[in-house]
């Protein structure tokens, strides 16, 4: 399973958050995701997660402490946030989508979230 730091979005708050169309094709909106050091990793249902993966390792070849494990995830939410305001990802109202949801909750500057699909 892996697991994200990042936001739970759709793909036209993604193209919001970049300044393009809705209608934007994907390689063009792709493109400028990565051009922003981001991710966007489509999980289920029209919900995407854009942010960055955090690979704590292999846990079934070696055992991976709680303060390694937490440190690498504090290191991604870092990266995440320096990358959003980078990028002037206007993060102060929008619309996320918790997985297995019907609803999706309007939030305002939030800290990014930590996924797992």
Same mark, same amino acid.
């Given at each position: 399973?892996?697991?994200?730091?990042?936001?739970?979005?759709?793909?036209?708050?993604?193209?919001?958050?970049?300044?393009?169309?809705?209608?934007?094709?994907?390689?063009? /909106?792709?493109?400028? &995701?990565?051009?922003?050091?981001?991710?966007?990793?489509? *999980? $289920?249902? @029209?919900?995407?997660?854009?942010? /960055?993966?955090?690979? &704590?390792?292999?846990?079934?070849?070696?055992?991976?402490? *709680? $303060?390694? @494990?937490?440190?690498?995830?504090?290191?991604?939410?870092?990266?995440?946030?320096?990358?959003?305001?980078?990028?002037?990802? $206007?993060?102060?109202?929008?619309?996320?989508?918790?997985?297995?949801?019907?609803?999706?909750?309007?939030?305002?500057?939030?800290?990014?979230?930590?996924?797992?699909?």
């Amino acid at each position: 399973m892996p697991l994200f730091v990042g936001y739970p979005i759709s793909y036209e708050t993604a193209c919001e958050f970049f300044g393009l169309p809705t209608s934007t094709e994907d390689t063009k /909106l792709l493109s400028q &995701i990565q051009d922003a050091g981001l991710v966007l990793e489509y *999980v $289920d249902k @029209g919900q995407y997660i854009l942010g /960055l993966e955090v690979n &704590i390792g292999n846990l079934f070849d070696e055992f991976v402490s *709680v $303060d390694t @494990g937490i440190i690498k995830i504090l290191e991604r939410k870092k990266d995440v946030i320096d990358r959003c305001k980078e990028a002037c990802i $206007d993060l102060s109202d929008f619309m996320i989508e918790p997985i297995g949801h019907e609803a999706w909750q309007r939030v305002s500057n939030p800290e990014p979230y930590l996924i797992s699909f």
